[in-house]
């Protein structure tokens, strides 16, 4: 499409074609921002112009680096030349002018650049570009050639050269838009220069923007926080604006009238408009925003152009210290950078937050999550502390724990490191966390000094946490299993959206009460685990590398397991029955649900299986996202499990069986070769409280799982409303919107355009559905997108076919693999090695039919192994590339002790 009009779906538009500029226009229309109408000139225009001179281009260009300025200068004429020569097809020419007139409406254009990679997050190509205003429909084609030579300008390729991109690469579209009568313009920043602050700064001038952008016109500045609506003002006399030229197109420079030369180029009614847009942007595009606008003669609000601000450092990815590209769509939905420090360095991680957020993850359910971690991780803090007013300093991370970077959830690293640090001795246990979370390249941090009071004071809580922790678990429990036979009843199918609000916010106030005693009971575990293997490397137990985690293994208790074993017991039930047995011979899932709770012969297991979705109906895959649905509004899943343990072996004997030998074992090995009474005191005490708190952890991740399916099934409801009220078509639309947009929506007296917003978005995340950023990221302020990681070795090229992760559950298996990429699909019988990218707790049912586990994200707490040592499956975690190396079906042979992997 060559011509590209502003009312094209923003899936049909690609920011190769539209240029930066002209794809920020159609994500602001898309988000419901009042843009002027405009179309764009796709850049293949010019890309056909040039292509025969594109080796001319390379060898003009093919000298030292950087080039001198006359080098640049000739290079620039010669391609203005082939530029101005060049005829546009009859055709399109036509087509041009047409379109500038029904554009124009008897007015005036403007003709903008829209170079490819101009107004991304790393580069702004700020002033470098030609911009032509007030221009007549007729003299539209001659504007659009000078935007193309200025792309090809001697100062345009002096940049390029400076920040290393490449000219070959040099595209350029155009915007035609229609002009802004504008009684005053300028310039909105969403956060202040250099603190980083949630302060909107505005440069105001009187007439068209021009006078602020090129600094043309005395202009006002206000300074507005995002949560007031004091205004700090600097006002200056205007003695000039920028104003059209009647008649013959172009912009010239008049004087202000006396009466208007001390009057507010805004009003306070306006600026905090325009606070309020920004703010909007902001959460909109994942990050802060620099954003021209125009209020016409009227007063209505337009906004011309939104670009990220762009920040000093540069992005790398750690394996290879590339820059992401900037091809891809330029937009990231992240934690807002709130840190005063937002153009320092900054590393998002998912290397744990992927098993319980796998692949794409949508704005309600992000929205909520960042919420829940905002909230648990200040109040974990809070502590630790004596002296409360010492967080002060630090309220900006705690917003920012996580972030969502082109649909998929990261950890805020540096965030994570500096709540961390206010643990007493967190330096000395810093490898304990990184194993615990998967990090496996280190990180520096500034830390956040204590007082003496609360040093001493964090180190006397810290003590009583770890010696309490059994009481920790018991207040948690206590409290939520009360929270959960509450709202467990509550039936929500006959509340307003009001009533809706009001039990979210309760829900949500009993839980934050208690949820950050799960942070504790983390404490707890990683200290324990570390304390164990130390004492297990004594020189007395060093003959068995791996037995810190054969003992472990079996722990009764862990509510995690209850659903497998749940499960287990039907098969077992139905292999028993020949009724049930030639039910389940039928591939129809929800045809075999309906005939046994048809059958009256079959009442007992249908009453059997009614149990298992009333208990356990929240487990199964990906089960914290809010738009996954769940076994409750789906149970025939379970009908799939059933049949695949009914054709196996498995019991929950023997699963139990399999269990206890490995920790028998390891006791007994332990047993024999322990120390004097003062060691064998102090390993039991370690052992006994690590089994408890990694227990807990498994049991309080259940209990999120339980907390979700309430949430679940409260937005449900609301998207029912919603639907009915006509504010989105579809249940699943209420995904695409964050907490606070609904609520928004659902209290606001008039709502904005959800429907446009939700199909804004789901475009996105289809673009976003294309991509695989890497595991890590590394940015110079706000989160961005990321080019996809370096290509891993293809199957079989390595020459020792040999791999090795973490070792967290011993004993040693071979057998075919069988790499999953999709568990809701099943895997075929027989015998064989389960090989992840990452799992989340629904993979349970498909790891206790495997031989072996082999996983490429986790750590030694993390669910994969927690489970892998409770089932007693030999389990390696952290095996890079796993999935890419290992093709399915080749015979592997894994050792749980060592970490190894080979094959053949």
Known sequence: MELIPCNAALEAVSVREAGGKGWNLFRLRAFDFPVPDWYVLSSRVFDCGLEPHRAEIDALLAGPVPASREALEAAAARVAQWLEAWPLPPTLAADLAAAAERLAQGGTLSV??????????????????????NVPPREVEAAIRKVWRSAFSARALAYRQRTGLAVAEISAAVIVQRLVSASASGVLFTREPGSGARRCVIAAALGLGEGVVADRAEADSFTVAWDSEEVESALVTKLSRVAPIAGSGGVTLETVPDSERDRPALTNRQILELRDAGVRAEGCFGGPQDMEWAFDGEGRLAILQARPI???????????????????????????????????????????IVESYPGLTLPLTFSFVRSAYEHTFRNAALGFLIDKRAITPATGIFPEMIGLIEGRVYYNLLNWYAMLSYLPGFERHRQAWDEMIGITHRVEFPRRPLSPLNRAGAAAIAAWRLLSNARTGRVFFRHFDALWADFRSRDFSGDDEARLIAQYEELATRTR???????????????????????????????????????????????SVAPLRSLLRLAERVRGDRRASALFERADDRGVWDAIHADPALADLSAALDRHVQVFGDRGLEELKLETASLREHPEVAIRLIRGYARGALSVEEMERREREVRRRAEAFAGRRLGGPLRRLAYHWVLRNTRLAIANRENMRFARTRLFGIVKRLFRRMAERFVARGLIERVDDLHYLTVEEVFEAATGPGARDLRALVAARRAEYAVFARHSPPERIITGGASRPAVDPAPAPARGEAATRMLRGIGCSSGKAEARARVVTDPSQPIPGGDHILVARSTDPGWLFLMVSSKGIVVEKGSVLSHTAIIGRELGIPTIVG???????????????IDGSTGEIRWA
């Open 112 to 133: 903008r650049s829209s170079v490819v990679g101009e107004d991304s997050v790393s580069h702004s190509f700020a002033g470098l570009m030609e911009s032509f205003l």
């Open 310 to 352: 762009v920040k000093p450092a540069k992005a790398t990815t750690p394996e290879t210290g590339a820059e992401p590209a900037t091809d891809a769509a330029p937009t990231t939905r992240a934690a807002p950078a709130t840190d005063p420090s937002a153009g320092e360095l900054r590393v998002w991680d998912n290397s744990n």
């Open 513 to 559: 009460r208690v949820w950050y005693l799960t942070l504790y009971n983390d404490f707890a575990a990683m200290t324990g685990y570390e304390w164990l293997r130390r004492l297990c490397v004594h020189t007395r137990l060093a003959g068995e590398p791996n037995l810190h985690n054969d003992l472990l293994c079996g722990e009764t208790g862990v509510e």
């Open 879 to 893: 095996v890079k590339e796993a999935t890419v190396r290992i093709a399915d079906g080749d015979r592997i042979a």
